[in-house]
């Protein structure tokens, strides 16, 4: 498995530590990570920069966060061209597909009527990515307007849409007080990519806070410093032999740079992530 971990991490290092993006890049490549994940928002109209900053360090893409809305419109095609171009520009290979977000005001029967068309754009849009060499995957996304937000959600489209992957994202079953490891036994025959994300009850690292189902207020911390059963989940992912990329994801920690330092020294010292010997 390689490590990865978001180029908004890396952004919010280069403004906090008043380091340019060249420079936060490198300090990202130094830890021995070798991919960032780059949203769909950073990509569009920055292709040329984006791919050459990258190139410069020796940093690939592992995939590509990508918004759209299937649920209220139907041209799938029109939507997606501009983000299918640049992944194939940036050499992208995966998309991380969120494909709409529900209304609060939306009727139960319209709720519905949105996650069918959802699961329709999601084929489409898999049979489109094709042609570009671009496979997608989905998360349990943490939000309740997403129709994704749980494993059921989440289950629905991997049952709907043979194309599709599980983008495991190992925080976000918490914020439905869902279990992690039940999680994951349930979804390991189609996980395709992996978020590494931990969550923390006190604000040691960051205040920034997430409201779980249950009652209990998150925080974010670096991976390995919170409550999840992190080490058991990574075991689990070597044993059943995956062999993708793993995204180090915090937003909301006060230091971005020692969070990631952090979580990237806690995984080392995990047999999945433990460097060669020379």
């Given at each position: 498995?390689?490590?990865?971990?978001?180029?908004?991490?890396?952004?919010?290092?280069?403004?906090?530590?008043?380091?340019?993006?060249?420079?936060?890049?490198?300090?990202v490549r130094s830890l021995g990570i070798t991919y960032v994940e780059v949203s769909q928002?950073?990509?569009?109209?920055?292709?040329?920069?984006?791919?050459?900053?990258?190139?410069?360090?020796?940093?690939?893409i592992s995939s590509m966060p990508a918004y759209f809305d299937f649920g209220r419109d139907?041209?799938?095609?029109?939507?997606?061209?501009?983000?299918?171009?640049?992944?194939?520009?940036?050499?992208?290979?995966?998309?991380?597909?969120?494909?709409?977000?529900?209304?609060?005001?939306?009727?139960?029967?319209?709720?519905?009527?949105?996650?069918?068309?959802?699961?329709?754009?999601?084929?489409?849009?898999?049979?489109?990515?094709?042609?570009?060499?671009?496979?997608?995957?989905?998360?349990?996304?943490?939000?309740?307007?997403?129709?994704?937000?749980?494993?059921?959600?989440?289950?629905?489209?991997?049952?709907?849409?043979?194309?599709?992957?599980?983008?495991?994202?190992?925080?976000?079953?918490?914020?439905?007080?869902?279990?992690?490891?039940?999680?994951?036994?349930?979804?390991?025959?189609?996980?395709?990519?992996?978020?590494?994300?931990?969550?923390?009850?006190?604000?040691?690292?960051?205040?920034?806070?997430?409201?779980?189902?249950?009652?209990?207020?998150?925080?974010?911390?670096?991976?390995?410093?919170?409550e999840l059963r992190m080490g058991e989940l990574l075991a689990r992912l070597g044993r059943?032999?995956?062999?993708?990329?793993?995204?180090?994801?915090?937003?909301?920690?006060?230091?971005?740079?020692?969070?990631?330092?952090?979580?990237?020294?806690?995984?080392?010292?995990?047999?999945?992530?433990?460097?060669?010997?020379?």
């Amino acid at each position: 498995m390689e490590l990865a971990t978001f180029y908004d991490h890396v952004k919010d290092i280069a403004r906090q530590e008043r380091v340019s993006m060249t420079e936060a890049l490198q300090r990202v490549r130094s830890l021995g990570i070798t991919y960032v994940e780059v949203s769909q928002n950073n990509a569009l109209g920055q292709e040329d920069v984006l791919g050459h900053e990258l190139s410069y360090v020796g940093l690939g893409i592992s995939s590509m966060p990508a918004y759209f809305d299937f649920g209220r419109d139907g041209d799938i095609e029109k939507q997606s061209g501009p983000t299918l171009e640049a992944a194939r520009f940036l050499g992208v290979k995966k998309l991380l597909v969120i494909p709409g977000f529900w209304g609060e005001g939306d009727s139960p029967q319209e709720r519905e009527r949105q996650r069918e068309r959802m699961a329709g754009g999601v084929n489409r849009l898999a049979e489109l990515a094709g042609g570009y060499g671009v496979s997608l995957v989905m998360e349990e996304y943490d939000s309740p307007l997403a129709p994704f937000s749980n494993t059921e959600g989440v289950r629905y489209f991997l049952d709907r849409c043979p194309g599709l992957g599980c983008c495991f994202d190992t925080g976000n079953f918490r914020v439905v007080a869902e279990d992690e490891l039940a999680a994951y036994e349930g979804f390991k025959d189609r996980i395709g990519h992996v978020h590494l994300k931990d969550r923390g009850y006190t604000p040691a690292w960051g205040a920034h806070t997430t409201a779980a189902a249950d009652g209990q207020t998150l925080y974010p911390v670096p991976v390995g410093k919170g409550e999840l059963r992190m080490g058991e989940l990574l075991a689990r992912l070597g044993r059943d032999g995956y062999e993708g990329v793993c995204t180090i994801e915090h937003y909301g920690v006060e230091n971005m740079w020692t969070a990631l330092q952090a979580s990237v020294e806690w995984l080392r010292a995990q047999p999945a992530f433990a460097e060669p010997t020379p």
